[in-house]
């Protein structure tokens, strides 16, 4: 009788529109009420300010990046709901090489030392998009999340997620290590928005208190291109509120000069109204360098 009369409470509440759902129904727009109600597995790990389906557009499970055949406009925007996200590993994130031009080759993420076995947890909520060995990455996990970033933890020793998982901030996904192409244990972390690497400390501090930079960030070519930016040491970093200030920036930005048959450093200064010091500079290349057709170089 008692429970008879408990359940009657709780239909009557639900009803009534008392009984408390764990998302706040009257912060919600009316499209984001209609995913509620098609898909309440999604709404209920979302960040709410970015409701989507991320499994709806290139979903593969089977490849690293699905979006290869997407054209992609700049600048690009980036929201978060919080100030801060989930550490991927519990000791003191001390990097050892950063997004940037490494050994003649772009590096596409930033590497962070840890013990083979160390635990790896997940940045933010999300579902995990592939969970495969890939060549280089070695054993990776790749996990899509609300805002539509995909965060790449790589070099792995072990798994505790496949594609497919719903995962949460703070989720342990598997072990570090250094599978693939790594010299020592490490983790590789990319952070990539539709296939594009982004600059991950443009968006995040490495530090005790893992800050996200801002909630809204516009993110220009710039912070994208593994040319522009030296492995061994962090950016000046200037971010963009605005969708006006990013794309004045984008317009500033450096040129790209791919070299030629016949080129000099003397005649692409020449030719660039620059100085072959500057292109020096801005390449991390020495002047005695031997130039090589195809390849690119920033003019300041
Ligand atoms: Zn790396």
Same mark, same amino acid.
Request: include cysteine.
């Given at each position: 009788?008692?429970?008879?009369?408990?359940?009657?409470?709780?239909?009557?509440?639900?009803?009534?529109?008392?009984?408390?759902?764990?998302?706040?129904?009257?912060?919600?727009?009316?499209?984001?009420?209609?995913?509620?109600?098609?898909?309440?597995?999604?709404?209920?790990?979302?960040?709410?300010?970015?409701?989507?389906?991320?499994?709806?557009?290139?979903?593969?499970?089977?490849?690293?990046?699905?979006?290869?055949?997407?054209?992609?406009?700049?600048?690009?925007?980036?929201?978060?709901?919080?100030?801060?996200?989930?550490?991927?590993?519990?000791?003191?994130?001390?990097?050892?090489?950063?997004?940037?031009?490494?050994?003649?080759?772009?590096?596409?993420?930033?590497?962070?030392?840890?013990?083979?076995?160390?635990?790896?947890?997940?940045?933010?909520? /999300? %579902?995990?998009?592939?969970?495969? *060995?890939?060549?280089?990455? +070695? =054993?990776?996990?790749? #996990? !899509?999340?609300?805002?539509?970033?995909?965060?790449?933890?790589?070099?792995?020793?072990?798994?505790?997620?496949?594609?497919?998982?719903?995962?949460?901030?703070?989720?342990?996904?598997?072990?570090?290590?250094?599978?693939?192409?790594?010299?020592?244990?490490?983790?590789?972390?990319?952070?990539?928005?539709? /296939? %594009?690497?982004?600059?991950?400390? *443009?968006?995040?501090?490495? +530090? =005790?208190?893992?800050? #996200? !930079?801002?909630?809204?960030?516009?993110?220009?070519?710039?912070?994208?291109?593994?040319?522009?930016?030296?492995?061994?040491?962090?950016?000046?970093?200037?971010?963009?509120?605005?969708?006006?200030?990013?794309?004045?920036?984008?317009?500033?930005?450096?040129?790209?000069?791919?070299?030629?048959?016949?080129?000099?450093?003397?005649?692409?200064?020449?030719?660039?109204?620059?100085?072959?010091?500057?292109?020096?500079?801005?390449?991390?290349?020495?002047?005695?360098?031997?130039?090589?057709?195809?390849?690119?170089?920033?003019?300041?």
């Amino acid at each position: 009788m008692k429970s008879l009369f408990s359940t009657i409470i709780i239909i009557t509440m639900t009803l009534c529109g008392y009984c408390q759902s764990p998302i706040n129904s009257e912060k919600l727009k009316s499209k984001d009420t209609f995913l509620l109600k098609r898909s309440p597995t999604v709404i209920d790990s979302l960040t709410l300010d970015n409701v989507i389906d991320i499994k709806a557009d290139y979903w593969n499970t089977a490849v690293f990046n699905p979006y290869r055949n997407k054209k992609i406009e700049f600048p690009i925007r980036l929201k978060f709901s919080d100030s801060s996200y989930s550490s991927p590993i519990t000791r003191n994130k001390v990097i050892t090489s950063r997004f940037g031009w490494r050994n003649g080759r772009g590096h596409h993420g930033i590497d962070i030392d840890l013990i083979t076995g160390d635990s790896i947890f997940s940045m933010f909520d /999300g %579902i995990v998009r592939f969970a495969k *060995y890939s060549t280089g990455h +070695g =054993k990776t996990i790749v #996990i !899509r999340h609300y805002n539509g970033l995909e965060t790449v933890y790589a070099h792995l020793s072990k798994y505790a997620v496949k594609a497919n998982d719903t995962i949460k901030q703070g989720q342990y996904i598997g072990h570090g290590g250094a599978s693939g192409n790594a010299r020592g244990s490490h983790l590789h972390l990319g952070i990539y928005h539709q /296939g %594009i690497a982004i600059y991950p400390e *443009y968006l995040f501090e490495f +530090g =005790k208190n893992n800050n #996200i !930079r801002a909630k809204e960030i516009w993110i220009t070519k710039k912070w994208t291109l593994a040319y522009l930016h030296n492995s061994k040491k962090q950016s000046v970093l200037n971010l963009f509120a605005t969708k006006k200030e990013a794309q004045v920036a984008h317009k500033r930005e450096k040129k790209i000069y791919t070299v030629k048959r016949g080129d000099t450093l003397s005649r692409i200064a020449l030719r660039n109204n620059t100085s072959i010091t500057s292109i020096c500079k801005t390449n991390y290349i020495k002047s005695s360098s031997v130039l090589k057709i195809g390849q690119k170089l920033i003019i300041k």
